[in-house]
Each structure stands twice: as C-alpha cells, then as structure tokens.
T-cell receptor
Framework: DADVTQTPRNRITKTGKRIMLECSQTKGHDRMYWYRQDPGLGLQLIYYSFDVKDINKGEISDGYSVSRQAQAKFSLSLESAIPNQTALYFC???????????FGSGTRLTVV | EDQVTQSPEALRLQEGESSSLNCSYTVSGLRGLFWYRQDPGKGPEFLFTLYSAGEEKEKERLKATLTKKESFLHITAPKPEDSATYLCAVQANNAGNMLTFGGGTRLMVKP
C-alpha cells in the first residue's frame, strides 16, 4: 500500500457542485498539506495542518476548506466548484524535521 | 518573500548527452533546498536535500550542488528513463518546514 493515498484519482464535476478530495497516510507524520498544481506554475499551497487541532491557510485558500479528521486523514473540499479550479491536487505529509515531503499520487479534478 | 525560479522550463537531450538544470532562489535564511522528480500523472518523489553552500549529493546519474544563490542538478549520460519533471523547493529558517516550489524543468531524453 502507498504511504499517502488520495481518492478519487480522477473526478469530473459540474460548476457549483461541492466536492471532497480525501487523503490518508500511513507514515505516522503529524504534518499534512494540500497543494494544487497547474502547468508551468509549480505547486501552490492551499492548506496545511501541523496536528489534528491546527489548521492553517496557505497561499491560495479562497474557495477551499479542509478537515483533519485524525492524524492520518486530511480532506480538502471545494465549496462551490468553478472551472478555474480544474487542476491536479496533491496531498503530502512530513515530520517536524528538515526532511522531504511524501506526496500522494494526486487527484486530477476537472470542473465543467 | 521566498522565490524559486527554475530554468530551462523544458530540456530535450539525446541519450548520453550530459547537461544541468538550474534552480535560482531567494530566501530569508536557507534551512534546506530540495529536489524532487515527478513522472506524468504521479506525485513528486523526493531526491535530495542540500543544507549549505558547497554541499553536493549524488544518486546514480544525478548530482545536486548548492551555492548561496542557486542549485544545479547535473545529469550525466542520461537515459530515456530519466525523462521527468524535476522540481526544486526551498525551506526557510523562519517558515516552519513549509516549502516554496519552483515551476519545474521538464526533461525529455531521446534514445
């Protein structure tokens, strides 16, 4: 099993719909992140959580919300999806040290 | 504000043709610089962390180096399986362990 699992892998949804992307990890890390990737723009941070009771906005949080249900689970919601939220979404985890992140395989979201 | 710029955006090489990818950065006190490899449709995969100027790390055909302003990812005698997007990210001393990513370099190695 993958260390970081994202579901669904692909999703097509209509404008205005609410959608949830899920992430679970088996690394035992406290810190979890949601990133968005658009072609040529690298990875942009949406939200991050350093523990179950700590949720923080990233650089592009408008239109998104998150829930940290447990140490191992971190969900991202699009309240009312719009076409410019079409992108690849990645969940990542890390420990508290200076180590690289572990990424999931991503969710490709298309809003039509 | 921390910034990371990668160049070139795309690079085409013949198999065996060595080259380098560049990552220029500005950060208020560097805690670490990270290189990742990303294959199409997959999440980034961690390659290296560099902590201080002058440091070098190697893995198979890849070698990463670091100066006070930039990092290079040298690819020696690349093979088609090295084709991927390579991402650079920096972590600042005052940013917890948050990463700022560059836009990536898409490498294509032709047989």
């Amino acid at each position: 099993d993958a260390d970081v699992t994202q579901t669904p892998r692909n999703r097509i949804t209509k404008t205005g719909k609410r959608i949830m992307l899920e992430c679970s990890q088996t690394k035992g890390h406290d810190r979890m992140y949601w990133y968005r990737q658009d072609p040529g723009l690298g990875l942009q941070l949406i939200y991050y959580s350093f523990d179950v009771k700590d949720i923080n906005k990233g650089e592009i949080s408008d239109g998104y919300s998150v829930s940290r249900q447990a140490q191992a689970k971190f969900s991202l919601s699009l309240e009312s999806a719009i076409p410019n939220q079409t992108a690849l979404y990645f969940c990542a985890t890390s420990d508290s040290g200076v180590d690289g992140y572990t990424f999931g395989s991503g969710t490709r979201l298309t809003v039509v | 504000e921390d910034q990371v710029t990668q160049s070139p955006e795309a690079l085409r090489l013949q198999e065996g043709e060595s080259s380098s990818l560049n990552c220029s950065y500005t950060v208020s006190g560097l805690r670490g610089l990270f290189w990742y490899r990303q294959d199409p449709g997959k999440g980034p995969e961690f390659l290296f962390t560099l902590y201080s100027a002058g440091e070098e790390k190697e893995k198979e055909r890849l070698k990463a180096t670091l100066t006070k302003k930039e990092s290079f990812l040298h690819i020696t005698a690349p093979k088609p399986e090295d084709s991927a997007t390579y991402l650079c990210a920096v972590q600042a001393n005052n940013a917890g362990n948050m990463l700022t990513f560059g836009g990536g370099t898409r490498l294509m190695v032709k047989p």
